[in-house]
């Protein structure tokens, strides 16, 4: 069982269908991997239902019913099954991002011990990648310009506040500083949301903004 | 638009066996086994009238945008009453998630995002509960139900902020010229009172 969760104002948003996209992606999988999140989220839905219930109805004409009643017949739309893992553990949500598993991905090359490799969520706020850290791999000390989401996947890493595990949900805010370095034992397999750099708004800097753009795709 | 003084009980109750046996539990029941359009008719005339209360609480939808979600939400629970199972979930609690998930991407769909993934993709699965657990959470959620009723309407008023109009914290916080920390710990405190925290010993 994963020991680092999210934060509750960030399982609201999330059960209340507003966090970002990417960001939501992260957090399903966090989610669906620990039983105490699942717990939390699921009555947190259920708080969105008891409000929905005390909501003050609308009027709903007839027209509507019987318009409702003539598309009954009409065929299902196909749904993925998203809770479905792979042989390798790879999250339902992964798999459909990847479009196939770790082997069909393209990574870049950061270094020596990290390669990183960039999904599409269509969220055009963060991006969205896997980190891959070589056993006993360090990441060089960086600040966060915006937020930081990590998810671990497989192995694990340590920084000067602690050591995270398969499952782990670590959550950086702007100006964090860290240099994580993976186990020595295994690989270190990461989900990464980053969100929006750094946005100059002062005309004498704008010019820069190209070079600071976030990879969303 | 909110009558969060007057929640009353929906008449669930729950048998000896833990199974659900309320009105609309059974509706579902008799939509997935005989295609119950009389049921459903029951269903939607609750139902629908919350969901367009829910789909017009965003603000950000038309008055067509919203009969049409209502429409889209309604035939989702025709479809996929099958998956209902009342051991793990209020028939409302599950209505609810197809209602916001549907409004998610109808959202993004006006915003012309363009993602592979649906809001229900990246939703939590209220069906996978184990049998334990479930039973569990079933209380849980009525306790939740009951206790709405005694929060103190100024988190009352920003719960239904974040959860009926879709805002963030820091829109509530703007919308309400209030510090974003009061907003927060007015949305801890209601939790609180909920009992809907995290809970460290029981923590498997």
Known sequence: MPKFHPELDMLTDYSAGTLPLAQAACVSIHVTQCDHCRRLTSQLTDLGAALMESLQPEPVGEDQLDAVLARLDEASPLEYDRKVRSADGTPGILQRLMRGDFSDLTWKNVGSALRISHLNTGDPQHEFALYHIRAGGRIPEHTHRGSEMTLILEGGFSDAEGSYHAGDFIFRKPGDVHAPTALQSEDCICLAVLDAPLKFTDWRFRWMNPFLKLRTA | MLQVEKITDDGAGTSGSGTRTDEWSDCLRLIAENQDRAAFTRLFRHF????????????????????????????????????????????????????????????????????????????????????????????SGERIRQLMGELPNDQAQILAKVYMEGKSHSEVAAELDLPLGTVKSRVRLALQKLQIQFDRKNHA
């Open chain 2, 48 to 139: 629908a009238p919350l969901m367009k209360a829910f789909a017009l609480s965003g603000s950000t939808l038309s008055a067509n945008h919203a009969d049409e979600l209502v429409q889209e939400v309604m035939l989702k629970v025709w479809q996929k009453a099958g998956g209902f199972n009342p051991d793990k979930a209020a028939a409302s609690t599950w209505i609810y998630t197809i209602a916001r998930n549907c409004r998610t991407d109808l959202y993004r769909r006006l915003q012309k995002f363009d993602t592979p993934l649906s809001a229900n993709d990246v939703a939590e699965n209220v069906e996978t509960e184990e049998a334990f657990m479930a039973l569990h959470q079933k209380r």
